[in-house]
């Protein structure tokens, strides 16, 4: 099969891509953390937060990695993407507007967990996908 110069050149970005939608999420984790923090002065409060977030990956993870093996994964990939972009700015925009700090976080991060939770499955076997061509 011969790809065309622009599909082997997204190709070879999935890896960076893979890792900024890593670094966005894990940057919105941490500032989360440090808003509750100062808006509820507890460790406690990051102490679950942390709980929520690690709750669906672990749980999710072993059937989103079938769903990726039977869907397209570069379509499950740009929606998961698209989905965490939109989430990512919801919670600013929820802030902004007067929300809880607290369930805004909370919720804000439990969801981009779970669309973690399909994305990296995703990105994984596009990864997986792309070295076998390129050995070929």
């Not at 989103?64 to 093996?69: E, K, N, S, V």
């Not at 969801?111 to 779970?114: R, V």
């Given at each position: 099969m011969i790809l065309s110069h622009h599909s082997r050149r997204a190709e070879r970005l999935l890896v960076p891509a893979a890792f900024a939608t890593a670094l966005g999420n894990n940057v919105q984790l941490i500032v989360?953390?440090?808003?509750?923090?100062?808006?509820?002065q507890t460790m406690m409060a990051v102490g679950w937060l942390f709980i929520v977030v690690a709750g669906p990956q672990a749980l999710l993870s072993p059937f989103?990695?079938?769903?990726?093996?039977r869907f397209d994964r570069r379509a499950l990939w740009i929606?998961?993407?698209v989905t965490s972009a939109a989430l990512a700015l919801g919670?600013?925009?929820w802030l902004a507007c007067g929300?809880?700090?607290?369930?805004?976080?909370?919720s804000a991060n439990l969801?981009?967990?779970?669309v973690g939770a399909l994305f990296f499955p995703a990105s994984s076997a596009l990864?997986?996908?792309r070295n076998a061509r390129t050995a070929q």
């Open positions: 989360g953390a440090l808003l509750l923090i100062r808006e509820q989103f990695g079938r769903l990726a093996d929606g998961c993407d919670l600013p925009l929300g809880a700090p607290g369930s805004g976080i909370y969801a981009l967990a779970m990864i997986v996908d």
